[in-house]
């Protein structure tokens, strides 16, 4: 296959970046997207340039490393999987690629692909979890039985890799989904419904100081999220949030 | 923190956006049902009783105080989808290149912030032409077979409609308004509801059902009825 | 430097640990204000570590090249975790746990830490159950159980396909919770490219931030390692990309011996290699191999017509299929341990039955399990007389509940339908047993330095178990370490800082610039994953899956030279104060390129067979392991001297009371 990319450069945070094109031969249909860019900054390296700065780990779509905005999508035009299980026989010989950063103020470009999602992590920070120490000295595991809906629908909740994929999916570049999935799996389950009020005033208060968007619930975050992760999460924290707010 | 909570998050502006929203559904119940009566054929009891509907409805007191609410509803929804809006626009300061929301959205979805401009400047024409008209303008009063002193709207409505030359401009206008305010019903009934956290599997397919048929059947009822002042009832 | 001691306490086997807790120094709650840790990964072991230290009071610093914690690569472990609570009431116990484990470990681990490992073990899901991870459950509400290659009782707790992942966040959430306190300062984004020793102790790193290119020093009473297993060595495995040794290899260099970096797990179950292009391998949970059969044709020219696309997989018959391990291990069949299940495939394969085009790969096949799954659901659904079709659509359903994900990620890269035709699998580099050499407090021979979870050797022996190292990153992180640490920082309680301005900082922060600063200035022709993908074809093909003499020794020589080529030819672009990866990459392949020859010098040396390591030379007439427990019953712990060939060996003998000594068997 042979394809031409256009892929957004910048050279540190404050650098302006600009939109560069590349062409690429030889990519086989089997490569992954990422082993398709691999290609491109060996080539780029051999011919002294400078290669594609991307974001990436565990390329089996676990770690939620990888982001990229493909052709207007974040992780590309397929449904379910992050940008390092998109394959490249989902494209065409000839084909066009756009490629672009996640885009929100929330997540700061620092070089070419590269964002900075931290403002996730002080979401997390600010209240997504449950206050026990970890001595281990804490109750048997099963003297407090879960209904099994609960303790799965929780588990979906807690899928999310925190790829940022609804984020940058959304017109808002809103967090609501991220932020409500650790809401909703915490909210979900007994141990966390002790300090639920807390936690998700403490969690949207942070996710309002990052910049994050609002939410006009269009759904484009559950669409490009690659866990799936449902709206109802979004709903659930509304909820949990209304609650906490008129206690 | 609870107090400010409810104030100033980005929750409780949606909280007020869907609130205010929901609302102003059940106003267009109301209004869209006394409005049906410009329906009735034309003759001095379909007259006097859209009048005295008129009348009632402008200095009832309970009335009145829903319709304050109401305007402020509507000033608020406004203004708190506009605030909203530029803290969304801020949120992304740098547009994407190519960015294709259509793949994973709902047009209307999108657009309510232009479809709720459509709607605001429809609102103001609308109350431009009947309400300040009633309240500030020159209709004539007239005594209504049951003695009471009322204002001919029922007759400025009729004949804006009927109007030879603007007449059907207006029921352009009008119409176009309501395909307006059906698409931002179709996003906005149902996403009301989402945000005030109101979302079940097992109600949420009603409720989106009901606020598609809710966003397709009351505006296409109040789109009916200057097409058939226009086109169907008796000219005056 | 430290002593070479295991430091096993005295006493019978399950007291040791209650004993020593309480005959170890602790330092008070108002001195362990004063005392700070650095902790280097933060997975599993790491992140754990991290919370616990901190819950405890000390003042933490946690560092991780990922932009968060919560990407750590024990994300990916997709099995379970495995706990010695006897929910099942299935006869589990301590005792079998850590017999299974030992065992399992082909009679190479430490029974000390091993009874320990699993004393904690049941404490580990009390904790995570605490913490909010959403373990499965039955419809009772009770935690639900699954069964793992290795072992004949049920103690794994799961999360469907993403146990480490629900783990991991876990523990991140338990990290979150002290850095909203303030107890724990997280770096992301940056690298540890150095220890600092002082007066012989750990007392800090120098460290990469990866965004700006800064080179920082950071000062610590102790230093903990956590940085993961080894498996990149291989270039293709299913560690992430940016795993690497280059902490453990550091610290190796300074003084902390390396033990038996030749225990590589090579796990059977993951997708085969499609080309030349590939980066990464991916694993398809081990669970699979709980209703999949194992098979390749009975007939060469089936197998070679399978490979030339002539033959469909269902059009063999089934008489002339070979479902080997069911064939030559019919108490386990499938359900052997990783590295029988691994070696059976590479016989197969090497012997001319492979099914995909390169030769490597065996069937994992579902129809078995269709039609099992289909029959149970037409009796409960009271349908009677179900047809075939109809009966195998049901069992279809009931695998997709049951592994629908992993299908679904199947179909994703292979662009085959496993519900029509069987998947096709192969084993890959998985895990590393092997790593630095601890004692029984985890520390390494550097006093103050702690290594834990697969950065260090110390429970697996020779082979782990399926769902033991989530088990054991976290008995490290939250139950071992932040107690073992104690004893040795109660004599730290007196030091203050540590100032990072001493000229041992300096003299690290220089070494660790000039390095940085050689590679760019190289400007060589090749990139770095050039000489990645041939150290890792070397290591694959000679230090691999099964491995002999006169391979190992020209993998040793082969090492050598790709070293030097490398340090003359390698181009990295761009510049050492910016964001880089390329810098990065080529100071962990640098680093590779060192761990891979003493790696092969590792296996050359250890003359029998023992769980992951596969010697041709010995092994039984039926192609089983051949262990010689008279002469290598003990630990290779290297010591650095210069160059890996001159590394020093140095033996802890493994001494087992507990547990009878056999041949492994799974027949």
């Known amino acids: 296959m042979k394809l031409t990319l256009k892929i957004w450069r910048q050279k540190n945070a404050k650098a302006k970046g600009s939109m560069q094109t590349y062409n690429i031969s030889d990519v086989s249909p089997d490569m992954s997207f990422l082993e398709m860019l691999d290609v491109l900054n060996d080539s780029l390296i051999e011919k002294g340039e400078e290669p594609v700065e991307f974001d990436h780990d565990c390329r089996e779509g676990i770690c939620g490393t990888c982001s990229l905005q493909i052709n207007g999508e974040p992780h590309g035009p397929d449904r379910g999987i992050t940008t390092c299980q998109l394959h490249m026989r989902k494209f065409k010989d000839g084909d066009t690629i756009v490629i672009e950063p996640f885009r929100a103020a929330a997540f700061p470009v620092i070089k070419d692909l590269v964002v900075d999602r931290n403002s996730f992590d002080r979401i997390q920070q600010a209240g997504g979890y449950i206050s026990v120490n970890t001595s281990g000295n804490t109750q048997d595991a099963n003297s407090l039985p879960i209904p099994k809906e609960d303790a799965d629908m929780a588990f979906y909740a807690a899928t999310c890799i925190g790829c940022g994929a609804c984020v940058a999916a959304c017109k808002n570049a809103s967090a609501m989904l991220f932020t409500s999935a650790k809401v909703s799996q915490m909210a979900l389950l007994p141990q966390g419904k002790i300090e639920a009020s807390e936690r998700v005033l403490a969690m949207v208060d942070q996710m309002d100081k990052e910049g994050f968007g609002n939410c006009t619930n269009t759904g484009a975050c559950e669409i490009e999220c690659p866990k799936g992760i449902s709206l109802e999460n979004i709903a659930r924290m509304n909820r949990e949030y209304l609650k906490a707010s008129v206690k | 923190m609870a107090k400010s909570a409810l104030l100033k998050s980005s929750l409780a502006k949606k909280y007020w956006m869907a609130f205010t929203g929901l609302f102003l559904c059940t106003f267009l119940v109301g209004h869209l049902l006394g409005n049906l009566q410009l329906l009735l054929p034309v003759s001095e009891a379909a007259r006097d009783q859209f009048n005295e509907y008129a009348l009632f409805m402008t200095t009832n007191p309970a009335v009145m105080i829903l319709s304050y609410v109401t305007y402020i509803s509507i000033l608020f929804h406004a203004i708190d989808g506009i605030v909203l809006t530029v803290r969304n626009r801020k949120a992304r300061p740098q547009k994407y290149v190519n960015f294709k929301p259509s793949t994973n959205t709902r047009w209307a979805s999108r657009n309510m912030g232009i479809l709720g401009t459509v709607i605001l400047v429809f609102i103001v024409i609308h109350m431009q032409m009947f309400w300040a008209e009633m309240k500030f303008g020159s209709l004539e009063a007239y005594s209504t077979a049951s003695g009471a002193q009322v204002k001919d709207l029922y007759t400025l409505t009729i004949q804006s409609f009927q109007d030879a030359e603007y007449g059907l401009i207006w029921v352009i206008v009008y119409v176009i308004s309501m395909i307006a305010i059906a698409f931002h019903l179709s996003h906005g009934f149902a996403s009301g509801f989402q945000s005030l956290g109101v979302n079940h599997p097992k109600y949420n397919n009603f409720i989106k059902k009901f606020g598609y048929a809710f966003a397709i059947l009351i505006p296409l009822a109040f789109a009916i009825i200057p097409i058939y002042i226009h086109f169907g009832l008796e000219k005056i | ?360 790969a065996v069937f994992l096949d579902f129809s078995t399990a269709f039609e099992r799954y289909g029959k149970e659901a037409a009796t409960s659904k009271k349908i009677e007389n179900a047809s075939k079709e109809k009966i195998v659509e049901l069992g279809k359903e009931a695998v997709e509940a049951k592994y629908g994900n992993l299908f679904q990620m199947y179909e994703k890269i292979v662009d085959q339908n496993p519900y029509e035709t069987p998947m096709m699998i192969y084993p890959a580099v998985h895990y590393t047993m092997g790593g630095i050499w601890v004692d029984y407090n985890l520390q390494t021979t550097i006093p103050g330095c702690y290594a834990a979870g697969e950065a260090n050797f110390s429970d697996h022996g020779a082979n782990r178990l399926g769902a033991s190292a989530l088990m054991q990153g976290l008995a490290d992180g939250y139950f071992v370490l932040p107690y073992t640490i104690g004893d040795y920082l109660s004599n730290d309680i007196r030091t203050g800082a540590i100032s990072t301005e001493s000229k041992e900082f300096e003299d690290a922060e220089k070494e660790v610039r000039e390095k940085l600063e050689k590679f760019i200035n190289l400007k060589g022709t090749k990139p770095v994953d050039y000489f990645h993908k041939r150290l890792g074809k070397i290591m694959w093909d000679k230090v691999g899956m099964s491995r002999n003499e006169q391979g190992l020794k020209e993998a040793i020589e082969e090492i050598k030279q790709l070293r030097e080529e490398f340090w003359k030819d390698v181009r990295v672009p761009g510049g050492t104060d910016e964001m880089n990866a390329e810098l990065e990459k080529a100071g962990r392949v640098a680093d590779f390129l060192e761990l891979g020859e003493l790696f092969a010098k590792d296996a050359l040396h250890r003359n029998e067979s023992c769980g992951g390591h596969f010697r041709e030379e010995y092994q039984t007439e039926e192609g089983e392991a051949l262990r010689d427990d008279e002469n290598f019953m003990y630990v290779a712990a290297w010591e650095y001297k210069g160059n890996p060939s001159d590394a020093v060996l140095h033996k802890e003998d493994l001494v087992y009371e507990n547990i009878e000594v056999k041949t492994r068997s799974y027949k």
């Not at chain 3, 330092?27 to 004063?34: D, G, H, I, S």
């Not at chain 3, 099942?88 to 190479?108: A, E, I, N, P, W």
């Not at chain 3, 909203?180 to 300062?185: L, S, V």
Request: aromatic share 8%; charged share 25%; hydrophobic share 35%.
């Open chain 3, 1 to 360: 430097m430290g002593k070479f001691e295991a430091k096993i306490p005295k006493g019978p086997l399950a007291e040791k640990w209650t004993n020593h807790k309480n005959d170890i120094n602790l330092v008070n709650p108002a001195n362990k204000r004063n005392i700070d840790v650095i902790v280097v990964g933060t997975g599993l072991a790491g992140g754990s570590a991290a919370a616990t230290l901190a819950e405890l009071g000390y003042n933490v610093k946690t560092f991780c090249y990922q932009d968060s914690p919560r990407r750590a690569h024990s994300i990916a472990a997709q099995g379970g975790i495995n706990a010695a609570k006897n929910y099942q009431g299935d006869g589990d116990s301590d005792y079998r746990l850590f017999y299974d484990t030992v065992k399992g470990g082909d009679y190479r681990a430490r029974e000390g830490n091993v009874y320990r490992l699993a004393e904690v073990s049941a404490n580990i899901i009390d904790q995570c159950v605490a913490q909010g991870v959403p373990f499965a459950r039955e419809y009772g509400g009770l935690l639900d159980n699954r069964s793992f290659g290795g072992v004949l009782v049920s103690r794994t707790f799961y999360a469907k396909g993403q146990t480490g992942q629900q783990l991991l966040l876990g523990a991140y959430s338990a990290m979150n919770r002290q850095i909203n306190r303030g107890k724990i300062k997280s770096y992301t984004r940056h690298e540890m490219l150095d220890i600092v020793l002082v007066d012989g102790k750990a007392r800090g790193i120098i460290a990469r931030n990866l965004v700006t290119g800064e080179i920082e020093r950071h000062s610590a009473h102790a230093v903990v390692i956590a940085s993961g297993g080894y498996g990149n060595v291989f270039f293709l495995s299913t560690n992430a990309m940016g795993s690497n040794v280059t902490a453990s290899w550091k610290i190796h260099k300074r003084g902390a011996y390396f033990a038996n970096p030749c225990y590589t797990q090579i796990h059977p179950t993951c997708i085969p290699v499609s080309g030349d292009h590939q980066s990464k391998l991916t694993l398809m949970s081990e669970s699979l191999r709980n209703d999949g059969r194992i098979w390749v044709p009975k007939k060469k020219e089936d197998a070679e017509a399978v490979r030339a696309g002539k033959l469909k997989p269902s059009e063999i018959k089934e008489e002339d299929r070979d479902y080997y391990l069911e064939r030559r291990y019919p108490a386990f069949g499938n359900l052997v341990p990783r590295d029988v299940a691994s070696r059976a495939a590479k016989e197969r394969c090497d012997a001319g039955f492979g099914v995909n085009r390169t030769g490597e």
